[in-house]
């Protein structure tokens, strides 16, 4: 985006500086793009409740002349957030996160999952934490830590801990090195890994040693990220994933289907394509969480199967996402899988193959 051309090269390439200069108002944003009617009044009616704010770079990303623009659609409020047939529909916390102890979740026998901050460089439309960003922009304090670790501590058969948020990685380096040297105390604590959708967004942050020599310090840590569009792989970004790489940490992406955003096959395979040159391992595909005020990014199930269908042949399988539906009232994930094995008689069964053929063939058991 033009207007940015004047900003200095190192001011740029600074994290907090896109963190301080956020846009936040409809006044702001108006300064950079047109807003559409639909845009205009989604601002106003979501304040205090989904609330605006975008980093210079991801700004960066949008075409003004678009107004369907995938990277737009993500970032800038609509009034249909808070339409009164979209708001009647899904949860605020559809996937039952809140336990007894605020901020921690324990769904699967072997993992928690911590939220660690209500913070975020931008905040995205179709979050699944939208319920958080009334509570204002805060960390966890110690007294939740503590919380949080007893629990850990009193389980011996988590092995892994999940940081999230909240965006854990825009916490400071002090902070941030507190929780991993404590959760690393933890012996039974074998992986540590942490959602952050940073190099999408403000890819900056990784250009700093000092986070990066705190999340090597502490390895083994892997980063799950949150790529959806092909538009968000830039330059910027795949430096950011390289520098995680050169300190042994892995990434992997997990993709949520949105609706007029990627839920086209040929943009799905675009992306896919896209990660693994700059060695970052789709993991999901989300299907949209049946969230309160996120529901118009709902796509059918169908949709994602198509996708999943039209993936497989053309992108070598390890290129390939699981396509998953986390089931609501904290039931977990389920994958989802094209159906290719159509009939079975015998030994005898017939597959459809990745490009539509029927093929024959028998299992014979000795």
Not at 310 to 333: M, N
């Amino acid at each position: 985006m033009e207007f940015f051309r004047k900003v200095p090269k190192e001011l740029w390439r600074d994290y907090h500086w896109q963190v301080q200069n956020r846009i936040k108002t409809k006044e702001e944003l108006e300064k950079f793009i047109k807003l559409t009617r639909e845009e205009l009044e989604g601002i106003e009616k979501t304040k205090g409740i989904y609330p605006l704010a975008i980093t210079p770079y991801y700004l960066s990303l949008i075409d003004p002349e678009d107004p369907e623009d995938p990277i737009r659609l993500q970032a800038i409020p609509r009034a249909v957030e808070v339409d009164e047939r979209i708001q009647s529909y899904g949860e605020p916390d559809a996937l039952r996160e809140e336990g007894d102890i605020p901020g921690l979740t324990h769904r699967y026998p072997d993992r928690v999952l911590l939220q660690v901050t209500t913070f975020c460089a931008v905040y995205c439309r179709h979050c699944m934490r939208k319920r958080i960003f009334i509570q204002g922009e805060r960390a966890i304090n110690s007294e939740q830590l503590k919380s949080m670790l007893d629990y850990i501590k009193s389980h011996p058969e988590v092995r892994e801990v999940l940081l999230s948020g909240g965006d854990p990685l825009t916490l400071s380096p002090e902070k941030l090195d507190l929780i991993l040297s404590e959760i690393r105390k933890i012996t039974h604590v074998e992986i540590i890994r942490i959602g952050t959708r940073l190099p999408v967004l403000a890819p900056q942050r990784f250009f700093d040693p000092k986070i990066l020599d705190i999340l090597e310090k502490y390895s083994p840590i892997w980063i799950s990220t949150h790529f959806n569009h092909p538009k968000e792989i830039t330059p910027e970004a795949q430096e950011a994933v390289e520098n995680l790489l050169r300190r042994g940490i892995p990434v992997l992406n997990q993709t949520v289907l949105l609706k007029g955003v990627n839920d086209s096959p040929e943009v799905m395979l675009e992306l896919m394509r896209k990660l693994i040159r700059i060695k970052v391992k789709p993991q999901y595909l989300f299907h949209c969480d049946p969230i309160k005020g996120t529901i118009h990014f709902r796509t059918s199930l169908e949709k994602g199967l198509e996708i999943m269908r039209y993936l497989r042949g053309r992108i070598s399988g390890y290129a390939i996402p699981t396509y998953a539906v986390d089931l609501p009232e904290g039931k977990g994930k389920v994958p989802l899988l094209p159906e290719y094995l159509i009939e079975s008689n015998g030994t005898k069964h017939t597959f459809l193959s990745w490009d539509g053929q029927q093929v024959e063939y028998d299992i014979c058991e000795l």
